[in-house]
C-alpha cells in the first residue's frame, strides 16, 4: 500500500516557481503518480500524471526519480489564481488494484502578489 | 465538456437514517468512484465500478454500499447514517481500460448527520 506524504502548506510570489515534493516509499512496479487541484467548492482537477523521469504539459511539469519514491509536481511562474490544494495519488492502472488508491492529505498552496 | 453531477451539495439528516447520494456522469465513462474527503486526511475511496451492476470495495467502506443499475448513475447509500459520517462526498468517472487514470470529479455532497 504506497502511502503518500506531503507537505501541509507553501506560499510563493507571483510569478515564481513552486515545487511540491510527494513521498510515497512503498510505490508499486505498476503504480502511477497522479496530480489534482483542487479549488474550494470544487470537487478536484486532473493536472498531470507520469511513471518515470520527466513528463511535462501545458500547466506543469512532473519529475519522477528512478527510484520512484518520491514525485515532484513542478508549477512554472505561478499566478493568484494557482491558490489552490494539490493532491498526489499513487495507484495502479488496472481495476484490481484499485481498491488501494491513496491520494496524499493535499498541499495547500497560498500565492501572493 | 464532461460533466459529473451531484443530487445535493449539501445535506443534512438525523442519525439513524437512511440517506441516498447520487451521482450522475455524461459522458459515457466505465470507472465511477465515491470518495470522502476530511480535512487533513485527503480523499479517501469509499467503493468503486467499473461496469453497470459491477462494484468493489476501497479502503473505507464500512457503514456505505452503493449501486449502480445504470451506466451513468452510481449512488452510494448510508443505510443507517452516523455523526462519524458528516464529510464531504466526491463522487468521479474516468473512461474503462488501463491506461484511464484521468478522473472528473463532481462539485461534492457536504453532509451533516446530527
Known amino acids: 500500500l504506497a502511502k503518500t506524504t506531503q507537505p501541509i502548506s507553501m506560499d510563493s510570489y507571483e510569478g515564481q516557481e513552486v515545487n511540491i515534493t510527494c513521498s510515497h516509499n512503498n510505490i508499486a512496479t505498476n503504480d502511477y503518480i497522479t496530480w489534482y487541484q483542487q479549488f474550494p467548492s470544487q470537487g478536484p482537477r486532473f493536472i498531470i500524471q507520469?511513471?518515470?523521469t520527466k513528463v511535462t504539459n501545458e500547466v506543469a511539469s512532473l519529475f519522477i526519480p528512478a527510484d520512484r519514491k518520491s514525485s515532484t509536481l513542478s508549477l512554472p511562474r505561478v499566478s493568484l489564481s494557482d491558490t489552490a490544494v494539490y493532491y498526489c495519488l499513487v495507484g495502479g492502472m488496472t481495476t484490481d488494484s484499485w481498491g488501494k488508491l491513496q491520494f496524499g492529505a493535499g498541499t495547500q498552496v497560498v500565492v501572493t502578489p | 465538456d464532461v460533466k459529473v453531477t451531484q443530487s445535493s451539495r449539501y445535506l443534512v439528516k438525523r442519525t439513524g437514517e437512511k440517506v441516498f447520494l447520487e451521482c450522475v456522469q455524461d459522458m459515457d465513462h466505465e470507472n465511477m468512484f465515491w470518495y470522502r474527503q476530511d480535512p487533513g486526511l485527503g480523499l479517501r475511496l469509499i467503493y468503486f465500478s467499473y461496469d453497470v451492476k459491477m462494484k468493489e470495495k476501497g479502503d473505507i467502506p464500512e457503514g456505505y454500499s452503493v449501486s449502480r443499475e445504470k451506466k451513468e448513475r452510481f449512488s452510494l447509500i448510508l443505510e443507517s447514517a452516523s455523526t462519524n459520517q458528516t464529510s464531504m462526498y466526491l463522487c468521479?468517472?474516468?473512461?474503462?481500460?488501463?491506461?484511464?487514470?484521468?478522473?472528473?470529479f463532481g462539485p461534492g455532497t457536504r453532509l451533516t448527520v446530527t
Open positions: 468521479a468517472s474516468s473512461l474503462g481500460g488501463q491506461g484511464s487514470y484521468e478522473q472528473y
Open positions: 507520469g511513471y518515470k
